[in-house]
């Protein structure tokens, strides 16, 4: 093995990591019935461009991010507030060590946690980790056209937009969707820390220093996207 190899294992590999507004830890089987709980607060999976999980869906979603981790493909978390209650979910995906690249996304938050700090420091912790970490020259962001809010969110954690790739999915009824891309590069990486870092400092109770990356209405932020 080599050295670049075991490098990107310790990130690909199933950690835990710990802010002050949430924690996020490996996925497990077990958290289901929680999870089950967090979709419904809201009903996060109504929205016709998003693919979060329905609670009678829970367990399927969760066997297919667990599948894809033991393929190397993805590194799912547990989303959990300051309190230790279920949140969500996240996942760093398309995950590509040769390249030292991945994207973070299939993200979907209980709605009383939309827009709070905890995306901000979800997001902030995730790509730490695979900067400082990992060494990633890349993280990329996607989302489907449409959902504003989400790329608003994912603006104003710093992303900059690469492009739109034009009729990418095909939606469970038929629509075309168009995503966007986002991403930030190692370069740009020190100046996103601060910025992200200002914003958790100077948000009060119940501020949203970055909102709900992908929340629109009802549905949580970067909600999954099956072409990933």
């Not at 060590?97 to 938050?109: A, V």
């Not at 095909?170 to 969707?177: F, S």
């Amino acid at each position: 093995m080599t050295g670049t190899t075991q490098q990107h294992a310790r990130w690909i590999n199933p950690f835990s990591v710990h802010g002050d507004h949430v924690t996020l830890v490996p996925l497990e089987e077990r958290h289901e019935d929680r999870l089950v709980e967090a979709v419904q607060d809201g009903q996060v999976w109504d929205t016709w461009f998003a693919a979060v999980p329905s609670p009678v869906g829970m367990r399927r979603e969760i066997e297919w991010r667990l599948g894809l981790a033991e393929q190397g493909r993805m590194v799912p978390f547990t989303v959990l507030d300051a309190a230790g209650r279920v949140a969500g979910m996240t996942a760093y995906m398309n995950v590509d060590p040769d390249n030292r690249r991945l994207e973070i996304g299939h993200t979907w938050y209980r709605g009383s946690v939309q827009r709070t700090a905890l995306n901000t420091e979800a997001k902030l912790l995730l790509l730490q980790h695979a900067f400082e970490e990992a060494d990633c020259i890349a993280v990329g962001f996607r989302t489907a056209f449409f959902n504003m809010p989400s790329r608003r969110a994912i603006e104003r954690l710093g992303a900059k937009l690469e492009g739109v790739w034009r009729n990418h999915v095909i939606l469970p009824d038929g629509t075309l969707r168009d995503t966007c891309y986002y991403s930030v590069i190692a370069g740009e990486w020190p100046a996103v820390k601060r910025h992200l870092t200002w914003k958790l400092d100077h948000a009060g109770a119940g501020a949203a220093p970055g909102g709900s990356a992908g929340s629109a209405g009802s549905a949580g932020a970067g909600a999954a996207d099956r072409s990933a």
